[in-house]
């Protein structure tokens, strides 16, 4: 669980990354080319990267292949320890919980089904819809659907979920891993977490509110 969601939370940061070229505008070069940055990171990722080790367009498809081996890992590691606990509480002892837990962490499973059901959407719309209908311009689909509130907000609904799932997960997956060697070690892990999925979340919504505000046309 700590290992796959440690390399998804890398792909988050470089789709955050890639998601902020949308700020730089369209622009003629000396050459008198136009030069749209967000799609040509677009291009280079799904036919150029790592051409001509590999031919064009295989490396994106290994890439999908990663990511989708992490999530599916990610969420069986998920069910089973889900399972695990259920089975482990099932006495008839009735016990006053004593441990503290934050709401991000008591949203840990239920916003994680969440969070998968809004990325199946998000899929949908940006990567299943526009290969089907051979449209191969993300700049201007993305600026098609942030003009409009209702998708802005269900990015931002989306990304708050992604915020409080990090929030607790980031800390939790070093702390799996052993860096929790001491009560300080561990209320650091917990501010950095706290800082990385602050980050992810500003990240990723600046460029929908600058698209609805009209900063990004
Ligand atoms: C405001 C938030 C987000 C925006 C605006 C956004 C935007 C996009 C866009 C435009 C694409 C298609 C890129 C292209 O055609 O080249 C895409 C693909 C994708 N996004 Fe997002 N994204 C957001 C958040 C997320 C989050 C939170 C996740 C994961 C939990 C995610 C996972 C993916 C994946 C897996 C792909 C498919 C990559 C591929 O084509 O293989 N995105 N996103």
Sequence with gaps: MAVTGLVLIAFLLMHMIGNLKMFI????????????????YAEFLKQDLLYPILPKGVFIWIFRLVILACLVLHIYSAVTLWLRANRATASKYTV????????????????????ALL???????????PTLAGDHD?????????QQPLFVAIYVAMMLVVYLHLAHGFGSAFMTLGANTSPKAERVLR???????????VGFVAMPFSVLAGVIN
């Design 191 to 201: 501010v950095i977490a706290h800082w990385v999925a602050a980050l992810i979340l």
């Design 25 to 40: 505008p369209v622009y003629v070069n000396e050459v008198g080319e136009t030069v749209n940055e967000f799609n040509h």
């Design 138 to 146: 993300p700049r201007s689909l993305v600026i098609a659907a942030f």
């Design 96 to 115: 006053k919980k004593t441990i503290k837990q934050s709401f991000s962490s008591k949203w840990m499973r239920w916003g994680g089904i969440l969070l």
């Design 119 to 129: 990325l199946t959407w998000h899929l949908i719309q940006f990567t299943i819809v």
